[in-house]
């Protein structure tokens, strides 16, 4: 997979709604995935695809615990989130 791709799944976790929502979710600390459940008006199939697409990009771990998963914000994930953005901040003088 280039580098772009790569790049794109970190982006991609970023531009939704319901994951934005996740991601305020998961800043005061990890979730069970019913915690979230109950904070969204969304389907546990929903939650599901969103928690894929946020754990592919590096920004969520995830980890089993009896029929849950709990869910916690990677600090390496975003940490290089934010250097993404770094060249562009350098391109415009910031």
Same mark, same amino acid.
């Given at each position: @997979?280039? !580098?772009? #791709?790569?790049? &794109?799944? =970190?982006?991609?976790?970023?531009? #939704? =709604?319901?994951?934005?929502?996740? +991601?305020? $979710?998961?800043?005061? %600390?990890? *979730?069970?995935?019913?915690? /979230?459940?109950?904070? +969204? *008006?969304?389907?546990?199939? !929903? +939650?599901?695809?969103? @928690?894929?697409?946020?754990? #592919?990009?590096?920004? =969520? !771990? %995830? ?9 916690? +914000?990677?600090? &390496? %994930? /975003?940490?290089?989130? =934010?250097?993404? $953005? ?7 003088? $910031?």
């Amino acid at each position: @997979m280039s !580098t772009y #791709d790569e790049q &794109a799944k =970190v982006f991609k976790a970023f531009c #939704d =709604v319901n994951r934005l929502q996740i +991601l305020e $979710l998961l800043q005061s %600390g990890e *979730k069970c995935a019913c915690v /979230l459940l109950e904070h +969204l *008006k969304i389907s546990q199939s !929903t +939650l599901s695809y969103h @928690m894929k697409i946020l754990c #592919d990009s590096g920004v =969520v !771990t %995830g980890r089993s615990e009896g029929k849950w998963i709990h869910y916690s +914000l990677s600090k &390496a %994930g /975003l940490e290089h989130a =934010v250097s993404l $953005l770094a060249p562009f901040q350098n391109a415009v003088g $910031l």
